[in-house]
């Protein structure tokens, strides 16, 4: 049982390892201090624009753009809000708990498999599964504050392709899957994917910006 745990630890490994290698490694991981993210989707026909702002372990911003409203999203270590006015809503709303959560992983700009241990992450591999035509390594993670995410690795590129949770939704537990695809590299030589497709839709970057100055009262609710 020993020897079966400690090659499944190594294997854990090595599929973690390529990951941080394919983003160009953990040296460089950890120079990542602010990421601007600007794009777009459409949404059931609806044209939208999005800038996602994150300073590490500071704080996350999502500013929506859609049909003359300006809606966001914010956190940072304490507190998360959302303000809607495109769903009638005239003042901001605190976060579910397990949203707050999520935001606050959203802040490791570095990514939950960078230095996983030290975070107090577990990763476990589940297996192997075809995601979008190719093999992909399905990891278990399991974050320090109970979110639980599967990891979808491509065993050939070590990029992520796909993730997945639960998450609640007005009282109610639903399943989300998030697909990454078209990796580029930015100016600075990060590694992005630059096409995320989730439940409601394909959101399209144009632009990818890292370690800008940032101010940091962004983040306030």
Partial sequence: MVMVQFTQAQTVDEIVDKYVNALGGKEKMMSLKTVKMEGSM?????????????SHMVGIRLDIEVMGTSNYQVANATKGSAFWPIRGQSAPEDME???????QNQMDLQGALVNYKDKGTTVELVGKE????????????TYKNGIVANYFIDSKTSR???????????????EISTSYSDYKQNADGYWFAYS???MQGTI??????TNIPVDESIYKN
């Fill in 42 to 54: 459409s949404v059931q026909g609806t044209d939208l624009t999005l800038t996602s702002t994150r």
């Fill in 97 to 103: 708990p397990e949203q707050f959560k999520s935001a």
């Fill in 160 to 174: 992520l392709v796909k993730t997945t949770g639960k998450q609640t939704v007005n009282g109610s537990e639903m």
């Fill in 130 to 141: 075809t995601v979008d035509g190719s093999e992909a390594y399905n990891l278990k993670v």
């Fill in 204 to 209: 399209v970057y144009d632009k990818i910006q």
């Fill in 196 to 198: 995320i497709t989730n």
